[in-house]
């Protein structure tokens, strides 16, 4: 069955990239991506992990999803294929609005002024002068002894306006890139500082998430960018960013273990391979783990798909009654292994979706999934921003969460788990100000 799944995930694959314009930067190719890779590591540690009689229920699930994220974005492409023709050179010179580089510098500054008194607030809450055994303490807290961090507001709200940045670098930097005129050098140098502060200080999480979501993010938007700039004829990548991102892959996942090390979590230990397989291919073999061996959600309290909005539930339960509760509507993620291997305790976002919804209901949930991904991602491929160069609050919502939820769907419920109302406020209000501060804002 494992093999029947990594072969039909990469049919899936072609199917999207020929039958909708020949186009990477498509939510099906992020998300059935996402999973081919998993399975694929997955399926090369097959012998070890006793992955040679996968559930037939688990194939399903993994192929059907796949399949219907594809279709309904296939059936949205065919309503719509206007919304793939060139918009406009974005070689032109004169016509969008160029951010003064003294707001870019101002910004910078502010980023790093935040990120210090945020990596300030957990030395202190740690009780620690030393920044990675911080990281690293409260890390462990937190997933192991389900501590609530509390950190000051004023230090998580600094925190968050850092973050909040990230679509806007990721877009702007390879835009004036593609200008290739001097004319912008200050800009495209404080963008670049600005990116590399901010993926500096994603690792105050004390975990590389935001590290890998700043590399897919970025990723996604340069190839948006080179994709316009070809007026959409491109059909692939070129063999010098092909060689660049196949660099950095091989660098970030060789280090995987260090960065994880400098963070405190002693994972340096592991085998490299061993590691990376835990992170990316044991996701597989824990959500079949659990379709064949079920084990009981003590949480469950009848709302309706508790555990597929598991991050809005807690938060309402957090200002309605206590900011204690933690994690009360997450599912239980029991660490898994199989014969002295270990395994780790995530199993995919279908985990979620099958506590709330069962097998079949999955497949339908996946689906919802990729209506809501495709209409931002349409709105974005048809902004004004090819344009004029000014961004819209449309296209930083979806920068910000899309692109890394639908490819990193394959570890954990990155999609639904991450909204929550309080998040899209406090986020829209930040990127209101934002745009209002560096140019004019666009809805």
């Not at 279908?350 to 949930?365: A, H, P, S, W």
């Not at 890394?404 to 899209?424: H, R, V, W």
């Not at 829209?428 to 140019?439: E, H, N, R, T, V």
Request: glycine share 6%; hydrophobic share 50%; net charge positive.
């Amino acid at each position: 069955m494992i093999e029947l799944t990594v072969i039909s995930l990469f049919i899936i694959l072609l199917l999207a990239y020929f039958t909708m314009g020949r186009n990477l930067s498509r939510p099906t190719i992020l998300y059935v991506g996402g999973f081919f890779i998993c399975s694929t590591v997955a399926w090369s540690w097959k012998d070890e992990w006793g992955l040679e009689t996968m559930s037939p229920i688990t194939a399903f699930i993994i192929i059907g999803g796949a399949l219907m994220f594809y279709i309904v974005e296939w059936l949205d492409y065919m309503r719509s294929k206007s919304y793939n023709m060139p918009l406009i050179d974005i070689s032109s010179q004169n016509f969008f609005y160029v951010i003064s580089p003294i707001k870019l510098f101002l910004i910078l500054i502010f980023q790093v002024f935040s990120l210090a008194i945020y990596a300030r607030a957990k030395m202190s809450f740690a009780g620690s002068d030393d920044l990675v055994y911080a990281l690293g303490a409260i890390d462990q807290e937190a997933k192991f002894e389900n501590v609530v961090i509390k950190l000051p507001a004023y230090a998580s709200f600094l925190y968050n306006i850092c973050l909040a940045t990230i679509p806007i670098w990721c877009y702007l930097l390879p835009y004036y890139i593609s200008k290739a005129s001097n004319q912008y050098k200050f800009q495209i140098l404080l963008l670049y500082a600005n990116l590399i502060v901010i993926f500096i200080g994603g690792l105050l999480t004390g975990g590389r998430t935001i590290l890998l979501r700043i590399l897919i993010t970025y990723a996604f938007c340069w190839y948006l960018c080179y994709q316009n700039k070809n007026r959409w004829k491109a059909t692939f990548l070129p063999s010098k960013m092909i060689v660049i991102l196949t660099s950095l892959t091989v660098l970030f996942v060789s280090f995987f273990g260090n960065i994880g090390d400098s963070l405190g979590r002693k994972e340096n230990n592991k085998d490299i391979s061993m590691l990376f397989a835990i992170y990316c291919g044991a996701q597989i073999k824990n959500l079949d783990d659990y379709i064949v061996s079920p084990f009981e959600q003590d949480n469950n309290s009848g709302r309706f798909a508790q555990y597929t909005m598991c991050g809005m539930y807690d938060k309402i339960d957090q200002r309605l009654f206590s900011s204690d509760i933690g994690r009360k509507n997450h599912p239980n993620l029991v660490f898994n292994n199989y014969d002295g291997y270990p395994l780790g305790n995530v199993y995919t976002t279908y985990y979620n979706f099958l506590l709330d919804f069962g097998c079949v209901g999955t497949i339908f949930v996946t689906g919802i999934m990729s209506l809501i991904t495709v209409y931002f991602y349409r709105k974005t491929i048809m902004s004004r921003f090819w344009q004029n160069g000014k961004l819209s609050i449309i296209m930083l919502f979806f920068g910000s969460h899309f692109p890394n939820a639908c490819f990193q769907s394959f570890f954990a419920n990155k999609m639904f788990e991450a909204i929550t109302i309080s998040g899209l406020l406090r986020d829209f209000f930040i990127w209101c100000c934002l745009l209002f501060f560096c140019m004019k804002l666009t809805l």
